[in-house]
């Protein structure tokens, strides 16, 4: 494989953690559009686990997902009492907050970007990218998963059958920043340079787009949705200049014909119920 | 079945509910024994549905209490009122987009706070749930749209889906908003028969309904509510027969 394809590989398996951070907590009908906040969470401290600790990036990784998904859990908490476009202002705050203290951290080195990681391997990226995936797979066949998709569609009649509506939304969130922050992990690793510019509200979108092309309502969506979001813009170089434009096209033209992304749940079903029963 | 001194099932005492400057509820008092089918009834805007939203948390009380078996569980979070043994159901159907039956039934078992089991797989990790889930299907007649989408189906058969669910929670005493509103007799009667076999299962039972013949056929007890006030209470008999009730409820019929 060239270098260049390995790139666009690794760029897929990290894109598709983010992609899926904003799926769990959108599974939970909260929009975030702050996810980037948590994977600079993620790089920024890792890095500082192995190149200044000098610990090994896999524990490395894991303190870092453990650490975010604490601050998840506090950035939960006051995004209850906020709801849709509320809620999503509020976590583009968040990002952008995380970015600026990022900026001015000069331990880190500020507007300067912080070097010295190791490279890692796409087998390492990819490691990591499916045993997550799998690992909210599994969980979207568990009673947990049931719950958040009726907090999803309705939270007070969610909280009549008996479900804790707080702890459900709380833990998405703080599930999703320790995602996040695996993602901001191995993009640290993978590009052996950081600098707060890598985790601005683009990239919060990027995981947004990803999530809503492939389809919001499977894990899988957000596989598909990473590749294609890697993928299409490469493909459409034969348009130079032109290449974005025709993607924003391509989007919107999506999105008029299948709302619910490629990959949705009947289509699952329709796969399943074709098996013998 | 109730002996003398034991608490009732569940008891409102002097509920009072504020709305700004409007009060929905004026010192509401009721009770409801163990093994009872009970009534409320009242013109709309009488404070039916406010006296169900506190009830189970949805709203909080200004004043009063609300106890279950003695426990005062006043403005308890929802969840905890459903925990405690109180389920409902809804005036306007309140269903789960894109959930399935079966999703509903699986969603509403009981569990006990965080435990692993809710992380992993049901189908493999939690046979306890999928029999329930599987009793509560036959028992409400729905096995042959185990797998439908629940809001595709038939406005009654949607009625149904949400008894299933509250009962999935395993209550003690079963809240139904408007049970048979907008049904026809046939389904109507269906709902009733649905009732009796629950309190035969020994679950309490406190709805509302416009339907005066359904409500007088089914309850032993009536509580009258007009304008957030309680103006009567009795057997249906006493009720049907009562003049400010007639007034109130019926217009100026008599």
């Keep these: 494989m060239s270098t260049y394809y390995a790139g666009l590989l690794a760029d897929v398996g990290i894109l598709l953690l983010g992609a899926l951070s904003v799926y769990i907590t959108l599974a939970t009908g909260q929009l975030s559009l702050g996810n980037a906040g948590f994977m600079g969470i993620g790089a920024y401290l890792t890095s500082y686990l192995t190149v200044t600790v000098g610990i090994p990036l896999t524990p490395a990784l894991v303190i870092a997902a453990v650490a975010a998904g604490i601050i998840g859990l506090i950035v939960g908490f006051p995004a209850l009492r906020l709801k849709g476009i509320y809620l999503a202002m509020a976590t583009l705050g968040f990002g952008e907050m995380v970015r600026s203290f990022f900026l001015n951290l000069d331990a880190m080195g500020g507007s300067g970007g912080f070097h010295g990681m190791h490279h890692i391997s796409n087998d390492y990226i990819w490691s990591w990218a499916a045993a997550i995936l799998l690992l909210v797979m599994i969980l979207e066949r568990s009673q947990i998963w049931l719950e958040m998709r009726a907090v999803c569609h309705d939270d007070t009649a969610a909280g009549l059958v008996g479900l804790n509506t707080t702890t459900i939304k709380v833990g998405a969130f703080g599930f999703a920043a320790a995602v996040a922050a695996i993602a901001g992990g191995l993009f640290a690793h993978h590009h052996v340079y950081i600098e707060p510019g890598n985790f601005n509200f683009e990239r919060s979108i990027d995981f947004v787009l990803a999530v809503i092309l492939g389809g919001s309502t499977v894990g899988p969506g957000a596989l598909v949705g990473a590749l294609l979001l890697v993928l299409l813009p490469e493909y459409l170089r034969f348009l130079a200049e032109w290449r974005f434009a025709a993607f924003g096209t391509l989007l919107i033209a999506m999105l008029l014909v299948r709302r619910q992304g490629i990959l949705d749940r009947s289509l699952f079903r329709a796969f399943a119920l074709r098996r013998p029963a | ?254």
């Excluded at chain 2, 279950?68 to 929802?78: D, K, M, V, W, Y």
């Excluded at chain 2, 699986?106 to 965080?114: I, K, N, R, S, Y």
């Excluded at chain 2, 749209?145 to 005493?173: C, F, H, K, N, W």
């Excluded at chain 2, 679950?203 to 089914?218: A, E, K």
């Design chain 2, 1 to 254: 079945m109730n002996g003398a001194g034991q608490a009732p099932l569940l008891a409102l005492s002097g509920v009072t509910k504020t709305f700004g400057g409007v009060r929905a509820l004026s010192d509401v008092s009721l009770e409801v024994l163990s093994g009872q089918i009970v009534g409320i009834i009242g013109p709309n805007g009488a404070g039916k549905t406010t006296t169900f939203n506190i009830i189970t948390g949805a709203y909080r009380a200004s004043k009063g209490e609300v106890l279950l078996e003695g426990n005062n569980i006043t403005a308890r979070p929802s969840y905890q009122i459903v925990w405690a043994g109180i389920s409902r159901t809804f005036q306007n159907i309140r269903l789960f987009a894109d959930m399935t039956v079966w999703e509903h039934l699986l969603v509403a078992q009981p569990h006990d706070g965080f435990s692993l089991r809710r992380l992993l797989p049901t189908h493999w990790a939690n046979p306890a749930a999928l029999h329930r889930a599987r009793e509560t299907l036959e028992f409400f007649g729905l096995g042959d749209v185990r797998d439908r989408i629940a809001r595709s189906l038939p406005y009654g058969m949607q009625r149904r889906v949400e008894l299933a669910r509250a009962i999935t929670a395993r209550p003690r005493l079963l809240l139904l908003d408007e049970p048979v509103a907008g049904m026809n007799h046939h389904e109507a009667d269906g709902i009733r028969q649905l009732i009796l076999k629950l309190r035969d299962e020994g679950i309490s039972i406190l709805l509302i309904d416009h339907d005066m013949t359904f409500v007088m056929g089914l309850c032993e007890q009536l509580y009258v509510l007009d304008f957030g006030v309680l103006i009567a209470k009795g057997r249906p008999d006493e009720i049907r027969t009562n003049p400010a009730v007639l007034d109130a409820y019926l217009g100026q019929v008599a």
